[in-house]
């Protein structure tokens, strides 16, 4: 059974930098990032699977956020560039396990049957 754990993020002014991380326990393959404000729908922001490096990413956040592996396979960091006050969010990590690594996208949260304890992001103007 997989378990994970987030840490991360906090306030920042627009045009800044944030760092979250997520580790997973448990045979998991794929990890994805979802962000939620309330009242809203919960959406994708990036996702990355663990055996190949494949990753893909919103298109509200391409080229400003990178998904990366560290230390360990099923560790990874969303480094958040370029913040704007519309990714004020509150951010979880998803994992799932058995993958292919084309399904691996940060889609469908309700498929992902381990989430973190979500960490707050909040960027001002």
């Known amino acids: 059974q997989g378990q994970l754990v987030q840490s991360g993020g906090g306030s920042v002014q627009a045009g800044g930098s944030l760092r979250l991380s997520c580790a997973a326990s448990?045979?998991?393959?794929?990890i994805s990032w979802f962000r939620q404000v309330p009242g809203k729908e919960r959406e994708g922001v990036a996702s990355i699977h663990t055996e190949n490096g494949f990753t893909t990413f919103a298109d509200s956040v391409k080229g400003r956020f990178t998904i990366s592996q560290v230390n360990t396979r099923n560790s990874v960091a969303l480094q958040m560039n370029s913040l704007k006050p519309e990714d004020t969010a509150m951010y979880y990590c998803?994992?799932?396990?058995?993958?292919?690594?084309?399904?691996?996208?940060?889609?469908?949260?309700?498929?992902?049957?381990?989430w973190g304890q979500g960490t707050q992001v909040t960027v001002s103007s």
């Open positions: 448990g045979s998991v393959n794929c």
């Open positions: 998803a994992a799932r396990s058995g993958a292919a690594w084309l399904s691996c996208r940060p889609e469908r949260p309700e498929i992902y049957a381990y």
